[in-house]
Structures are given as C-alpha cells and as structure tokens.
Nanobody, 123 residues
C-alpha cells in the first residue's frame, strides 16, 4: 500500500505561483504519478501525470502554466503552478499507480492510490 502526503497548498493572488509536493512512502508501486483537483460541486479532474520514464501529460487548461516533475531519490512528486487564476482554486490530490506508462486519459479510475489533498485558493 502506497501512502501519499501532499503539501504546499495555500492562498495566492491571481497571477502568482505555488509549488505542490507529494511524498510517497514507496516508489516501486508508484511508477505512474499524477495530480488531480476538485473544486466545490465539481467532479475530480485530472491535471497532470508523469510516467516512470519521465513522459508527461496535461489537461489543456493548464498546459504552459503547470509543470509536473518528480525526484525519485526523494520519493517526491511536484507540481509547479504558475500564472494561477481563480478557476485553479481547488483541493489538489496526488495519485499513484503501479503501471509504468501514462494512462490514455487522466481519469480517476486510472490511479489506485490517493493522498488526502492540499487546498489551493487563488483570489
């Protein structure tokens, strides 16, 4: 069982930046990692994912603004978020799955392990 702990959320002004972190208890079952977000009254939305080989995918709304990366030595996943907008306000969740490759789509069902989330508020 992989435990995931997010940090780095907070309140930021429009146009600002935040970097989220997610520490995994083990990486050998977390070959594919992702970030999701959920705002009030909406479904959980896939934001970005990174595969074992470092290949990445993003939802269109964050392309060019968000960057997903990982540090295997530190068992840590990151999400650098720039040019933040009010519509980015949400609870952000880290997710992991044992698969080695990127999922065909950023769907919640593609990931088996989840963190508790960290709140991001942009105003």
């Amino acid at each position: 069982h992989v435990q995931l702990v997010e940090s780095g959320g907070g309140s930021v002004q429009v146009g600002g930046s935040l970097r989220l972190s997610c520490v995994a208890s083990e990486m050998y079952r977390a070959n594919c990692l992702g970030w999701f977000r959920q705002s009030l009254g909406k479904e959980r939305e896939g934001v970005a994912a990174i595969a074992y080989d470092g290949s990445t995918s993003y939802v269109d709304s964050v392309k060019g603004r968000f960057t997903i990366s990982k540090d295997n030595a530190k068992n840590t996943l990151y999400l650098q978020m720039n040019s933040l907008a009010p519509e980015d306000t949400a609870m952000y969740y880290c997710a992991a799955d044992p698969r080695w490759w990127l999922p065909s789509s950023l769907e919640r069902a593609e990931f088996g392990y989840w963190g508790q989330g960290t709140q991001v508020t942009v105003s």
